[in-house]
């Protein structure tokens, strides 16, 4: 579990890094450990926001800068990860927030904070599983329903998404789809120089698979009976 501090106050950062360490040797052998990232600003925390699965926020000694501005950005991002508001010169708890908030008390209680950390676990396990999509400018997390499909050109992946987005990737099919497939059961193994993702084909016709946003896709007979396959497993699921 990977966990974002953002906090102003230098020395109230530095004791929040230490009770998260000792809470993630507690749960070394249960829950998992905990990956830790400290800031001081908001613009570091931003940068990443997305591999996060919770953020515990105080920003109350920053001119002009407030916590609802924080939750804003990194709503912005795409992230829904739950944002843990710790409530200090400023009690948060008398504003209103998205239901994605929560409050901590400082000073921090070990208990408390072994809670908070509960829940987002829980929330973490509910959500969809996302896929890692990383090029040499930014990496973006997307669940397996947003990929349509993927094709290779020349030495990179084309990414296709829904809503007309495309991303491109310096990997190969091969890699993607081991990593892709170890938990999504949607995608159809490389054929040649692309991988679908079954959730989108619209039309299997004999030879051919057509996508859901109309493209088409030649299949070997191999490949064809796969698809129908994954195709039954996923209206049986």
């Known amino acids: 579990m990977h966990v ?9 950062r530095k004791q929040m890094e230490r009770l998260l360490k000792r809470e993630s040797d507690r749960r070394a052998q249960t ?19 997305l591999m996060y699965d919770v953020f515990y926020v105080d ?19 795409g992230s829904k990860a739950p944002v843990v508001l710790c409530c200090s010169k400023i009690n948060y708890r008398e504003q209103t927030f998205p239901e994605n908030v929560f409050f901590l008390d400082k000073a921090i209680k070990v208990a408390e904070l072994s809670e908070s950390i509960d829940r987002a676990l829980e929330i973490k396990n509910a959500a969809p599983s996302v896929i890692e999509l990383r090029d040499e400018e930014d990496t973006i997390y997307v669940t397996d329903d947003e990929i349509l499909y993927a094709v290779a050109k020349g030495r990179a992946i084309e990414v296709t998404l829904t809503g007309g987005r495309t991303k ?3 990997t190969d099919l091969y890699n993607l789809y081991s990593g892709w497939s170890a938990k999504h059961n ?21 030879l051919n698979a057509e996508m859901s946003d109309g493209k088409k896709f030649l299949l070997s007979h191999t490949s064809h009976e796969y698809a129908k396959l994954i195709l ?4 049986s699921s």
């Open 59 to 77: 920003m109350c000694q920053t001119p002009g800068v407030e916590v609802r501005d924080v939750i804003e950005a990194l709503a912005k991002t």
């Open 168 to 170: 491109i990737l310096r």
């Open 31 to 49: 829950t998992g450990t905990l990956y830790v990232d400290s800031f001081g600003n908001v613009d570091a925390l931003l940068s990443n926001a």
């Open 186 to 206: 949607c995608f159809l193994p490389p054929a040649g120089h692309f991988l679908l993702n079954c959730r989108h084909i619209k039309k299997l016709g004999l």
């Open 4 to 12: 974002a501090i953002c906090d102003d106050n230098g020395a109230d």
């Open 232 to 235: 039954e497993n996923l209206q």
